[in-house]
């Protein structure tokens, strides 16, 4: 049965860098992604790659943020840099098997990991 489990979370001051994995096994995906929930707010995607590995972002991280995939390893990863105080939150992996393109759409994943915590001190 395919599964995504996440570590690196963790905390960081602000200007910080923290770096996010995903493990995928069971199963190969064509699109991935990172959402993230704040305490009292909507799950928002971060970043995702296609089946070419075409990145994607939200306009808060571009510059910030880095997606990237590891084919061999069958990981995600997603680079931090220059945290913010409202870059806190649980971030989750996400991946679809069958999806070409990726979207910044909850719906659209099917496998989901179980989330990690990243907390930003101002």
């Known amino acids: 049965q395919a599964q995504l489990e996440e570590s690196g979370g963790g905390s960081a001051q602000a200007g910080g860098s923290l770096r996010l994995s995903c493990a995928a096994s069971?199963?190969?995906?064509?699109?991935m992604a990172w959402f993230r929930q704040a305490a009292g707010k909507e799950r928002e995607g971060v970043a995702c790659v296609d089946s070419l590995d075409r990145p994607l972002y939200v306009d808060s991280v571009k510059g910030r943020f880095t997606i990237s995939r590891d084919r061999a390893k069958n990981t995600l990863s997603l680079q931090m840099n220059s945290l913010k105080p409202e870059d806190t939150a649980q971030y989750y992996c996400a991946a679809n098997p069958d999806g070409i393109f990726c979207y910044m759409i909850p719906s659209y994943y099917s496998k989901w990991g179980q989330g990690t915590q990243v907390t930003v001190s101002s």
């Open positions: 069971g199963s190969a995906f064509r699109s």
